[in-house]
């Protein structure tokens, strides 16, 4: 750890990320610095720095990411939520750069980096050069606007810190000693053991929703609310691990120890990886600790080509990590999610090391997922396991569900609470749930918690699925339980029953109980709707519906509505807990 007297000394690279591309993006601005001969950098996550470091100016450099609907990355929401208070105090003698991560695709884009610049401007921050935007949609992904960026970014720090001393050696931020006839370090106890683990849908359906259920302590089932949502971090497939040990020549039994470099000349902010805190064999670092199984970026090429020798591969590596050699790096390995260890199969001579994986290799990150069960001494989860195809028909899973979807009744997993999304009112205020596809598990947890406090207040749930016979995820348990009420009412669109795809927005502007029940609800009674699910379209749609309502039920004109749409929204009756 560092003084902020030392870290006032250096330039802070500071990072919130929710997936890891962020960090992976400060650590590459870190390295750049130095290489132009910037002596001192440092790294980390924003909230590891804290206000207290922001309040006693000098400059910074942030990278942020934009997840879900316009959400902040964890670990940036405890310095966001002082930074938002309307008596934070001046941030005058702070400079700053704000680069922002995301994906025009969705509505919110790259919200987190737009916010947190204003915000910092507003307290009187200065700006040391435009905000950058990358947009992973562009050519070469992230890199366009990371490039353009930088290229504004290095002659304004040049001006701003002094002129830097171009004579540097970069050297990398790990190293690694094999501990001979050593036995690795015990890890840390699993918080969880999976007590059920079954299909939701159909045999014949082409997705397959898991339900599974977890046995934990009283400790952690007192942390969780409804809403809540548990942490998992993934393993990597043992057939993976296999294939990379053997591109590298090991056995995996190797016992190693990993120490942070002192002399790279860019300080961590924060807590170490938690490898570098233990003895720990090859196997279990490939297995537990790096993403191999991830999806390389332009870094990685521009890494691989000094430790490659000169021929055809070298050259081809080196054309992938150029600017002018984006299109075909999108096509081969972004658009391909072609993985590091396919990209080392594929180039053969790259001498690669562990030490050049720790370098190159992001960690494995948390993937978060709903509770859907009110918790005592079990708690539920609602997964859909990610399988597709690429452009060129190779099959893919995703990291995180494929892994959930192996574990067996008995296994022992380590998982992390996180706190709601959502914000809820008083118990006796009616609510409305919309939770299309797995977007069903916030909603059922918050149902089965007014179920046990005795149906304080009216709620409406609205389903969506494409078939009532294949994944209709806990339906027949709905129905019942409407049945058993009328505190609580139900209804379902099934997009692919019949000719005319209906969604949840379509039932909602086509049903007039459930448009009366919602302008009452948020107009009248004070109520809240939630919407949970993919963030792609269905949220937008879903308030085009909430507005239909109004426009319907209060004889108002479509941009009155949508003003009062916007209000309830800021007012926090109508949210939104959606993900990518």
Known sequence: SYSFCTLLEMIPILYGSQTGHAQDIAWYVAKTLRAEGHEEVAVGSIDAYGTEGLQKGGLVVFVVSTTGQGDHPDNMKQVWDTLRKKGMTSLKGLRYAVLGLGDSSYEKYNYVGKMLHNRLQQLNGTPVVQKGMCDDQDIDGLDTGLRKWLDELLPALSEVAGVPDKEFVPRMKFSTEIVQKAEESPPASPSAVVTANTRLTDAAHWQNVRHIQLSISQEMAACLRPGASLGFVPTNPPAQVTALLKRLSLTGDEVIRIRLSTDTGIALIGTPPAYTTRLISVKTLFTEYLDICGTPGRVFFEVMQSVCPEGPEQNKLKEMASTEGAEDLRFYCTRERRTFIEVLKDFSSIKATVELLLETVPQIQTRQYSISSMPNSTVSVTVAVVEYKTPYGRHKNGLCSSYLERLKEGDKVPVTVHEPTLTFPDEDVPMVLIGPGTGIAPCRSI?????????????LCVFGCRNHDKDYLYGVEMEDLAEKTKKFAYHAAFSRDQDRKVYVQD??????????????????????????????????????????????????????????????????????????
């Open 447 to 459: 149902i089965q918690n007014k179920e046990i406090l005795g149906w304080p207040s009216d709620v």
């Open 507 to 580: 039932v909602i502007r086509a049903n007039e109980e459930i448009s009366v029940f919602i302008t009452k609800t948020l107009l009248q009674e004070g109520g809240v709707v939630y919407i949970s699910g993919n963030a792609k379209a269905m949220p937008q749609s879903v308030e085009k519906a909430l507005t239909f309502c109004l426009m319907k039920h209060c004889n108002a004109p479509e941009e009155e509505a949508e003003a009062t749409i916007k209000d309830l929204k800021k007012a926090k009756q109508i949210q939104f807990d959606t993900w990518n």
